[in-house]
């Protein structure tokens, strides 16, 4: 369960806090997001990861304004900014997800505040279209931060993304390929000889499944667009990407947050990583219960990546994914 002194935290200003949901590894209530972090103590959470609205005047609900002047939305940004700030422990993670528009503000926020950069990852958005005179936007921007060095920092590995027309490699890893074992390895740190650079990439073994170490730019990010996985109106996140961050930044029994619940894509990735996790959501809460609900009922949604609809040999992307991502 929840360690002792953030549960009685919590529970003590429960007149600013519904409580919506509770499992054994988290509790979800609805409020607004200040006065979720406000009630945590310092120093208390292991990974914060906030997705919160990119002020485009989407509707979010009655409760949530999505149109505000850039200087307003920067200054509530940096309120909750500044709450994440003091709740993180020493040497743990925070993970922004934004336009890059908003992310350059945040990051220079950020490090004006001392916290050290890691990464800025770039999730490729697809199909995107062109607005007016600028270029056709091509990415979202998943911010990486640590409170000083980080004390946890797990390789995770993706699987090489195939050409969904012949089952080549997109990427050329030439005669490297060879070289690669289930999990993945770090080609450049071992493999160097020119003569093994090459080769068809279209005649490798379609049936094969092999892993590669992440990168800063993740393009196999499913949009969810589906009815069948979208769980609300509004935008929202497909769990591989929130089972990565979560896999890379902490171990089982750690505390995640998400002061911007949405349809609770973290929360359930958090519960099907063994982490403990709290956060809120101060609009519709009904699709983040839902997506918890089936999960503690046994139903486990299956996503797809880029690399199309085949499956995984001999077993299914949820097991697999578990394996890799539990660092028992």
């Not at 310092?42 to 009655?62: E, H, S, T």
């Not at 900014?81 to 350059?104: D, H, Q, Y």
């Not at 050290?116 to 958005?125: G, K, S």
Request: aromatic share 10%.
């Amino acid at each position: 369960m929840l360690p002792i002194n953030i549960k009685s935290t919590l529970n003590s200003k429960n007149q600013e806090l519904i409580e919506v949901y509770q499992s054994n590894y988290g509790i979800l209530y609805q409020a607004d997001c200040l006065k979720f972090l406000n009630a945590l103590p310092d120093g208390c959470i292991d990974v914060v990861f906030a997705d919160p609205p990119f002020n485009l005047g989407k509707d979010y609900g009655k409760d949530v304004s999505d149109k505000m002047k850039n200087d307003e939305y920067l200054i509530w940004s940096k309120q909750w900014l500044n709450e994440t700030i003091r709740v993180l422990k020493p040497g743990a993670s925070l993970f922004v997800f934004n336009l890059p528009k908003w992310c350059i503000e945040y990051g220079a926020y950020l490090n004006e505040k001392g916290m050290l950069f890691r990464h800025w990852i770039a999730c490729r958005m697809p199909k995107a279209f062109p607005r007016g005179k600028r270029m056709s936007p091509a990415h979202y921007g998943l911010l990486y931060y640590t409170k000083g060095e980080p004390t946890v920092f797990n390789k995770v590995y993706a699987p090489i993304q195939l050409c969904r027309h012949c089952g080549g490699e997109i990427r050329d890893y030439g005669g490297h390929r060879k070289k690669l074992n289930p999990k993945g390895i770090n080609l450049m740190d071992i493999w160097d000889a020119p003569e093994e650079v090459w080769e068809d990439t279209c005649t490798t073994d379609k049936n094969e499944e092999v892993w590669t170490e992440l990168e800063e730019m993740w393009s196999d990010i499913p949009p969810v667009r589906h009815p069948q996985h979208k769980k609300r109106g509004a935008n929202e996140l497909a769990p591989i990407m929130l089972e990565r961050i979560i896999a890379i930044a902490s171990n089982p029994g750690q505390i995640i947050i998400d002061p911007f619940g949405g349809s609770g894509t973290t929360f359930y990735a958090a519960e099907k990583l063994h982490r403990y996790w709290l956060g809120t959501e101060i609009g519709d809460i009904k699709p983040a219960v839902k997506r918890l609900t089936d999960l503690a009922n046994g139903n486990v949604e299956e996503w797809e990546s880029a690399r199309g609809k085949r499956k995984l040999k001999k077993q299914s992307i949820d097991s697999t994914q578990l394996d890799l991502f539990s660092y028992m």
